[in-house]
Nanobody, 115 residues
Framework: QVQLVESGGGLVQPGGSLRLSCAASRSISGHVMGWYRQAPGKEREMVALTTTSGTIMYAGSVKGRFTVSRDNGRNMVYLQMNSLQPEDTAVYYC??????????WGQGTQVTVSS
């Protein structure tokens, strides 16, 4: 199972930007990599996915504002978040899903959008 460590969260004003990073302990080339978030009192939801074939999917609420990317050579996944809004406030989690086996989660990083 791969270990994941997220970073880059913080407090930002509405309209601002943040870039989240996810560092994996080993190769992610065979994994679907995703970013999820969980706001207080809500269920965890998918934000963005990037597959091994390069397919990318976004939640409708972030499409056009967030960009997911991966660097398989460095075992890294990124989430560039622009035009942040208060409703984007949540703990953001990185996920690695192999073709076979158990999915892995990071510990999460807090993103707070507030003036």
């Amino acid at each position: 199972q791969v270990q994941l460590v997220e970073s880059g969260g913080g407090l930002v004003q509405p309209g601002g930007s943040l870039r989240l990073s996810c560092a994996a302990s080993r190769s992610i080339s065979g994994h679907v990599m995703g970013w999820y978030r969980q706001a207080p009192g809500k269920e965890r939801e998918m934000v963005a996915l990037t597959t091994t074939s390069g397919t990318i999917m976004y939640a409708g609420s972030v499409k056009g504002r967030f960009t997911v990317s991966r660097d398989n050579g460095r075992n890294m996944v990124y989430l560039q978040m622009n035009s942040l809004q208060p409703e984007d406030t949540a703990v953001y989690y990185c996920n690695a899903r192999p073709s076979m086996g158990i999915s892995s989660w990071g510990q999460g990083t807090q993103v707070t959008v507030s003036s």
